[in-house]
């Protein structure tokens, strides 16, 4: 029995043993090389000398596209400058888009003490005078009177602009400035009077409709005069101390009528002891804002500190209140025209302009 089982696998196993030998002789006859270090790298050479064929021209091609870009750049910026400068130097355009521009890129119109002079700021003040006239005044600056209106405020705003530039020169040599409260707090004065709408949509449709503006635009205005007010405020030594030594006899006793006919500067009210002579309300335009405020926030009687309203120096008195309206005094010290100090400077240090109008 274990004779048959052993013959029947021999047998089994003869079949396998001729396909082995023959897949040798045919692995025998095909020479397979061997894999060594040598034959990879050799192999690498190979496939990487067949993809260089690709590759340089790829390179070249992307040198080209570089340089290509680079020429069209520069030509489009040249051409852009050139349009630019063409249009704002020699037509004076105001456009919205050329006011994007300056926004953007500071072109100069001067330089004041070896400062540029913005060209967005000379726009910044003709467009609210342009708006105005166009939308309140109907003034079309197509026509003959038009265009001679125009010229007239291109130089106003050309000039304000120089003037606003000498200002903030001043009022860095002097160490002043205007904070964001204080804007604040001439604006709530301001609109505590309903001089600019009682509301905010109000105060943004007066600022929109009538220049343009939006509150950030009126906050910058509004900060500029804030600053021009401190400025000769500060310059203006002999006012304040007028205003000082008036205070300091009212504290002393004397009689506000008394002090007000030997001090104050207005000679429409200065004889009457300061007497404004009539009802005043707390809207009332003839009258700055902060004395005004001033006056409807005191007792009967009583006369306040010195108040700054950035044109003159007051001392403001509320002899009595007729329901929602009052009566009032004031003795006032008007300050210097700070256009006498910018003239100054402009001959000490003369602008160089670069806008010929």
């Known amino acids: 029995m274990k004779k048959r089982i052993k013959k029947a696998s021999e047998a089994a196993k003869r079949p396998f043993r001729k396909l082995r030998r023959r897949r040798a002789g045919e692995l025998a006859s095909t ?17 990487l000398a067949g993809a ?8 070249h091609s992307k040198h080209r596209i570089v340089l290509l870009s680079s020429m069209i750049f520069a030509i489009v910026t040249l051409v852009f400058f050139v349009y630019t400068m063409l249009n704002l130097y020699r037509f ?6 050329m006011y994007r521009i300056v926004q953007i890129i500071p072109f100069p119109i001067a330089r004041v003490e070896g400062r540029f002079v913005s060209y ?40 304000q602009a120089i003037d606003d530039a000498y200002i903030k020169q001043l009022a860095h040599k002097n160490n002043v400035s205007v904070s964001n409260q204080e ?15 009682s509301s905010d949509q109000v105060f943004e ?12 635009d009126f906050k910058r205005s509004l900060r500029q005069q804030l600053l021009a007010r401190k400025v000769i405020s500060t310059l203006d030594t002999e ?4 205003a000082e030594a008036a205070y300091a006899e ?11 006919q030997k001090y104050s500067q207005d000679l429409a009210t200065r004889d009457l002891g300061g007497d404004y002579g009539i009802t005043i309300d707390s809207a009332n335009r003839d009258i700055p804002a902060r004395v005004t405020s001033q006056i409807f926030n005191q007792a009967e009687g009583a006369y306040s500190a010195i108040i700054d309203t950035g044109y003159s120096l007051e001392i403001v008195k509320t002899l009595r209140f007729e329901g929602d309206k009052a009566r009032a005094a004031h003795i006032q010290f008007i300050f210097k025209d700070i256009t006498q100090t910018l003239e100054q400077e402009k001959t000490q240090n003369p602008p160089t302009e670069y806008l010929k109008l």
């Open 250 to 260: 009212l504290q002393a006793g004397i009689d506000f009528g008394e002090v007000a």
């Open 52 to 59: 260089r064929k690709y590759i340089y021209p790829l390179q």
């Open 92 to 97: 004076e355009t105001t456009s919205n888009f």
């Open 205 to 216: 449709d007066v600022l929109r409709n009538f220049w343009g503006w939006s509150v950030n």
């Open 183 to 197: 804007v604040e707090e001439e604006i709530i004065i301001v609109r505590q009077q309903d001089r600019l709408g």
């Open 239 to 242: 006012s304040r101390a007028q």
């Open 31 to 47: 020479k397979v090389p061997l894999i060594t270090n040598d034959t990879l790298a050799e192999h690498r050479e190979e496939v």
């Open 120 to 159: 967005e700021s000379y726009l910044f003040e003709l467009r609210h005078y342009m708006h105005y006239y166009e939308t309140q005044q109907k003034l079309s600056f197509q026509d003959e009177e038009g265009k001679i209106e125009l010229e007239a405020f291109k130089k106003q705003a050309f000039a």
